[in-house]
């Protein structure tokens, strides 16, 4: 099995954009039931709270909101026994000096380049060095764990090419140190819009609003807002981005929803109506998420449990990056501790 990385900020409660471009393809790619001790835990999730901060923020919301999404993720699906999940600060000394490594190797001109970067710094009086410094420690998050495959939604492309462009250029100069991991993306809902403004992909970060579907927004509410979607004044119901943005998301949405196909989601609704889709859509979306919320009541019930499983992670996850870290230390030229 591939070794398999991601990782989701804690920067507002998960969305729909999130669990089917991403959450849903972690699940579902985890090793099966039963798999040896030893292959298992190839697959590493995180939860990227240094990476939240590189945003104006309250802190008692990122504690808070640390702590839900994990609870979320493991409400999702993602299991112990067959995956490891931690939070990125708990081993944030290794993550960050491996990001101090990196830094050198990485260049101005190419975190310029990112139009995350160039998105969120726009307009603003003063860019914190945080933000144009995320996609190093977001390459440290992904190299430190020998990673193959990083399973992310559309917007990831250019934070992981650069993540590939940054360990190449670091083996060629020091040695083979990093495995060159990619990127894979899910056959839909890799970029889910907002309802309300479907050229937008939806986001947590602009809070509650009518365009985005929150996880554990209630059925009403998601069938509501599902079902004022913006769609279009045509009455044909076809996958076509540019002309149908609303019409095409919906179709994305009940893809992901429902594992089949675009295809099969487009035909399925051939010669229906608007309406039609839009209350299959709801449904189809409130059958995924009503499990996951039921299994979130359950777990927030006992956070013991969750800081157990945070705290295994954290202590596994250093396991896994410490000797990555040090054979990172020995290519660059750092002299070994005599004791350590
Ligand atoms: P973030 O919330 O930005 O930390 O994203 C966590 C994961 O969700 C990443 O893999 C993103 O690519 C994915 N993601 C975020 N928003 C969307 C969206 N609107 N559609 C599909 N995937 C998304
Ligand atoms: N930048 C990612 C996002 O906004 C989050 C992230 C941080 C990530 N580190 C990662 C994703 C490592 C994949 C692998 O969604």
Redesign the pocket.
């Known amino acids: 099995m591939a070794r398999v990385f ?4 804690p ?1 507002g409660e ?2 729909l ?2 669990f ?4 849903q393809h972690w699940v579902a790619g985890q090793p099966a039931p039963g798999t040896p001790a030893a292959d298992a835990g190839d697959a590493v999730f995180c939860v ?1 709270d240094l ?1 939240a901060m590189t945003v104006p923020y309250d802190p008692a919301d990122l504690r808070r909101l640390t702590r839900e999404l994990a609870t979320l993720l493991l409400a999702s699906g993602l299991d112990e026994q067959r995956s490891l999940l931690f939070i990125q600060s708990h081993v944030g000394g290794i993550h960050s000096e491996c990001t101090w490594l990196l830094n050198n190797t990485a260049t101005i001109g190419e975190l310029r380049r990112m139009t995350q970067f160039k998105d969120k710094s726009q307009g603003q009086e003063s860019v914190s060095v945080g933000l144009f410094n995320y996609p190093v420690l977001m390459a440290s998050d992904i190299l430190l764990y020998d990673t193959e495959e990083v ?6 492309r250019q934070h992981v090419e650069l993540t590939r462009d940054i360990a190449m250029r670091f083996n060629a100069r020091f040695g083979e140190t990093f495995m060159i991991p990619r990127a894979t993306y899910p056959p839909s ?5 907002d309802l309300q403004n479907p050229t937008k ?4 970060s602009g809070g509650d609003s009518p365009g985005c579907v929150f996880v554990l927004d209630d059925p009403k509410r998601i069938a509501k807002k599902i079902k004022s979607a913006v769609t279009d004044s045509d009455t044909d119901i076809r996958y076509d981005t540019e002309a149908k943005p609303g019409i095409s998301n919906l179709l994305d949405l009940y893809a992901a929803a429902t594992k089949s196909t675009l295809g099969e989601a487009a035909s399925h609704f051939d010669g229906q109506r608007y309406g039609d889709l839009k209350v299959a859509v709801a449904d189809a979306v409130v059958a995924m998420l009503e499990p996951v919320q039921a299994r979130y009541a359950e777990l927030s019930a006992d956070p013991a449990e969750v800081d157990r499983i945070l705290a295994h992670g954290a202590q596994r996850a250093a396991e896994r990056a410490t000797p990555v870290l040090d054979r990172m230390r020995d290519a660059v030229g750092l002299l070994r501790p005599a004791i350590r």
């Open positions: 991601s990782g989701i900020k920067t998960m969305q954009g999130n089917c471009g991403a959450i990227v990476h399973p992310v939604g559309d917007d990831q809902g890799a970029r889910i819009m992909k939806m986001s947590k």
